[in-house]
C-alpha cells in the first residue's frame, strides 16, 4: 500500500502543477462529486423529471454512502494531506500538493465517498435514460416509493443501529475508529477547514435523515398533484433555494450529540421539501 499511496501523492502532485490555471472549475467538479450532491442537487432534479427515478436516486444514494461509511471503518484508507507527513517519505524530497477547504475531510480516504457515492447514483439516472421502461428500474423504485411509513422508520433505524453497534464493536476489538480526525487535525492546513460536517458520523446522519424523510413525506402527502411543466419548473427551483438554505443553515458543534441530530433534521426536511414542492405524481 505504501508504494501505491506514493505514487497517489506524485499524482496528485503532477495534476496539480498541470491544471493550476483551471482551479476553479476542478474545484466546482469536486463539489458537483461530493455524496451530498446526490441528495441536494441529483435528487430534486431527478424526481422534477420523473418521481419514481428519483426515489430511487434517494435510497441508492443513502444506501450506498452507508455501505462507503463501513468499508470507510475497516479499509482504514489513508488521505494524502495527512499521510505526506505522517509517513516521514518526503522528507527530502517533498511534493508539491496543496491543501483546499474541501479536501480537509476528517474521514478515512478509502474508498472514496465522490466516487461510490456518485457513481451509484449517476448509475440509476443512466439506467432510468438509457431506457424509460427499464423493467427493473421500474418495479424497484415503485415497490419503495409506495412503502408505508413504517418501513421508511424500520429502515432509518436500521441502518443506524447496525452502524453504531458495529462502532462499539469495532471499538471492543481495540480500534481507534476517530484516528482519522485526529490525523485531519494534525495536518490540515487551515483549522477552520476542519469540519464536523464531514465526519463519518454525519454521513451516517445524513443517510439515516434522508430515508426518514422520504417516508414522512409519503406520509403527508401520497398523491400529489398533477401540474404543468412551467408549475413544476418554478416549484423546483423554490425547493433548490429551500435546500441552499437548509444546507448553509449553522449548527453548533457542541454538544456534538445535539449537531448530529440537527443535522439528522436537515436531511429529514430534504425529501419532503423537495417532493412536498415539485410532486409530479
Known sequence: MEAIYTHGVWVADSLQQKTMDQEKLWLAITHMGDPKAAFL????????IHSRTGVTV????????????????????ERPFWWIGESRLFV????????FASTCETGPGSPSGHAMVTAAAWWVVASAAGSFLHS???RWSLGRSQRPLLFHVASSLGLLLTALLLNVALEKL????????TLAKKWCAHAEWIRLDTAPLSSLTRDCGAILGLGLSRYW???GWPLPWASRALCLA??????YHINRFPLPVQPQALFYALFLLKFVLVPQ?????????
Not at 273 to 281: C, G, K, R, Y
Open 136 to 138: 427493473r428500474t421500474r
Open 41 to 48: 442537487l441529483l435528487f430534486p432534479l431527478t424526481y422534477f
Open 221 to 223: 402527502k401520497p398523491g
Open 58 to 77: 434517494l435510497w441508492v444514494a443513502a444506501l450506498s454512502e452507508w455501505l462507503n461509511l463501513v468499508l470507510k471503518w475497516m479499509l482504514f484508507g
Open 92 to 99: 527530502n524530497n517533498h511534493p508539491n500538493v496543496i491543501q
Open 273 to 281: 421539501v423537495v417532493m412536498v414542492l415539485t410532486n409530479v405524481m
Open 174 to 181: 481495540g480500534l481507534d475508529l476517530s484516528w482519522s480526525i
Open 238 to 243: 423554490l425547493a433548490s433555494m429551500a435546500l
